[in-house]
């Protein structure tokens, strides 16, 4: 099955500088790669994603970049502000939907 | 409240009883899946659903675990014979499937289970 590793698993930043979290998948069939962000006690949210035919994609601050030759995918957070702190996960997943997910980065953003 | 809800958010039970959970998609999404999370972790797929047709199952989902979608809509996650390596956040997510590329699940807010 696939395997989604995530590094690095805590992040702290001052306020106003950039974050980058990297991705590694394994099976080279997937094709589909959200990112989500949970704070503490409330349900993941999706705040990007990215699919095989794309190879960036940017929202406001948040940008994800993927290389599939080198199967590997990452999310950048720019200007950062206070309520980016969460926990960010990666995923990824092939034709058959189901997401299989990093373990999780905890960031924190310094005041 | 439009999004995925689920029901209840907190279960406390004893190691050997059983517990049932319910999860409730957002309307007309026709693909509903339960992941499991553990602290620290990612959510873990258990299973998921098309329409009423239970599609796929994890190798995690021992045979004290059966899900069940009967019309197609609410979704419900038994566990029998708790343990207390049971105790998780169990999550539900919804999608509506795309005819091409794969499709955006949206979380439920999940039943925290606690196995004393």
């Known amino acids: 099955g696939e395997n989604v590793e995530q590094h690095p698993s805590t992040l702290s930043v001052q306020e106003g500088d950039s974050a980058v979290i990297k991705c590694t998948y394994s099976?080279?069939?997937?094709?589909?790669f959200p990112w989500y962000k949970q704070e503490l006690g409330k349900r993941p949210q999706l705040i990007i994603d990215?699919?095989?035919?794309?190879g960036e994609k940017k929202d406001q601050r948040i940008a994800v970049t993927l290389n599939k030759t080198a199967k590997h995918f990452s999310l950048h957070i720019t200007e950062t502000q206070p309520e980016d702190s969460a926990v960010y996960f990666c995923?990824?997943?092939?034709?058959?939907?189901?997401?299989?997910f990093g373990a999780g980065t905890t960031v924190t953003v310094r005041a | 409240d439009t999004g995925v809800s689920q029901d209840p958010r907190h279960k406390i039970t004893k190691r050997g009883q059983n517990v049932t959970f319910r999860c409730d998609p957002i309307?007309?999404?026709?693909?509903l899946y339960w992941y499991r999370q553990t602290l620290g972790q990612g959510p873990e797929f258990l299973t998921y659903?098309?329409?009423?047709?239970?599609?796929?199952k994890s190798r995690l989902l021992s045979d004290r675990f059966s899900a069940e979608r009967p019309k197609g809509s609410f979704s419900t996650l038994e566990i029998q014979r708790t343990e207390q390596g049971d105790s998780a956040m169990y999550l539900c997510?919804?999608?509506?499937?795309?005819?091409?590329?794969?499709?955006?699940?949206?979380f439920g807010p999940g039943t925290r289970l606690t196995v004393l």
């Open positions: 990215i699919r095989s035919n794309v």
């Open positions: 997510a919804s999608s509506r499937v795309e005819l091409a590329g794969a499709d955006t699940q949206y």
């Open positions: 659903f098309q329409n009423e047709a239970q599609l796929e």
């Open positions: 995923a990824a997943s092939r034709h058959d939907y189901k997401l299989s």
């Open positions: 309307s007309e999404h026709n693909r």
């Open positions: 099976d080279s069939a997937s094709n589909y």
